[in-house]
Structures are given as C-alpha cells and as structure tokens.
C-alpha cells in the first residue's frame, strides 16, 4: 500500500509563494507519475499539475506560468511551487500517484493522499 503525505500549505497573501510537497512511502517512486489536484468547497476536484516517471510535466490552463512540479526521487517526493498565487487558487491540494501508464493529467491515480489547506489572503 503506497501512501502519501503532503506537506506545506497555510495561509498566504495574493501575490505570494508557497511550496507543497508529498512524500511516497514506496521504493518504487520512480516508476509512479504523480499529479497534484485541488478542490475547493462545493467544487470538483480539478487537476493542477502532473510529473512522469521521465520528468515531463503537464500543467493546467488556469496555473499560466505560475506554479511549477517537480520530483525529487532520491527522497521520495513531490513539489509544487505556487507562485503569484491568487485568492481563487485557495483549495484543498491533494497529491496522487499511479504507477499504471496512461494519461497522469486526468482524476484516475491509484493513490491519494489527504490533502494541504492552502488559503490566499486577498
């Protein structure tokens, strides 16, 4: 059973940084493309970011240049760098990985984790 711990949210002022990450308890982790998803109250879930198992990263329309993914696989773990945040970006950011190949930018990942609360202040 894999499992996922993020790590790094809180509370923000708009135009501020933040940096997430979710840590894998799997040997495997570099075999896994991982995403980042969100959701806010009353909202879907909706897709942020994803990372392959390659390095080849995948960004949602609405992050435009301001967030960034990436992996660290020596330590088991994944980032996501929020930058120029905005008030609509406050969600839940949950971490998912999977190791199955296919499309990592849609809802289907194996494993979650419990989410980080990131709130931006206006």
């Known amino acids: 059973q894999v499992q996922l711990v993020e790590s790094g949210g809180g509370l923000v002022q708009a135009g501020g940084s933040l940096r997430l990450s979710c840590a894998a308890s799997?040997?495997?982790?570099?075999?896994?493309?991982m995403g980042w998803f969100r959701q806010a109250p009353g909202t879907e879930r909706e897709f942020v970011a994803a990372?392959?198992?390659?390095?080849?990263?995948y960004y949602a329309n609405f992050v435009k240049g301001r967030f960034t993914i990436s992996r660290d696989n020596a330590k088991n773990t994944v980032y996501l760098h929020l930058n120029s945040v905005k008030p609509e970006d406050t969600a839940n950011y949950y971490c998912?990985?999977?190791?199955?190949?296919?499309?990592?930018?849609?809802?289907?990942?194996?494993?979650w984790g419990r989410g980080t609360q990131v709130t931006v202040s206006s």
């Open positions: 998912a990985g999977r190791q199955r190949l296919g499309a990592i930018t849609n809802i289907d990942y194996d494993y």
């Open positions: 799997v040997r495997t982790f570099s075999t896994y493309g």
């Open positions: 990372i392959s198992r390659n390095g080849i990263t």
